[in-house]
């Protein structure tokens, strides 16, 4: 996949495409066919700082975490994207999502993973 700004994590989707994080830039999702399917700066209109970590929910919302603004954002398929973290994040970095809405955050200055409830089934 050419053309990306300085391309920093990337998390696989479950239609076969993947979501890659661009240093100082945009988050972008392509197709299985490497093909880009939307950027979320221009799709949501949101302004990333540094964006880092990036994964997929279950529900097929697109988590990023933003390094400069210590925040993870959730950008759901409709609808406007919802802060889910913005406090308690020094510099968050890699991310993962559980089937059971855990949210698993790596913090390179706290030397530490956390972890955020942020989604409950019901059983």
Request: proline share 8%; net charge negative.
């Amino acid at each position: 996949v050419p053309n990306l700004q300085g391309p920093r994590y990337i998390s696989p989707v479950p239609s076969g495409g993947f979501v890659v994080s661009e240093e100082c830039g945009d988050v972008k999702v392509f197709t299985s066919s490497c093909e880009l399917l939307c950027s979320l700066s221009s799709k949501y209109g949101h302004q990333f700082g540094n964006p880092a970590g990036v994964c997929m929910d279950t529900d097929g919302s697109i988590l990023v975490a933003d390094e400069q603004r210590r925040t993870v954002h959730l950008f759901p398929e409709h609808g406007a994207p919802i802060c889910l973290v913005s406090t308690g994040l020094q510099r968050p970095a890699g991310m993962a999502c559980s089937s059971s809405g855990h949210l698993f955050v790596a913090d390179t200055v706290e030397n530490c993973v956390k972890v955020f409830k942020y989604c409950v089934r019901p059983p």
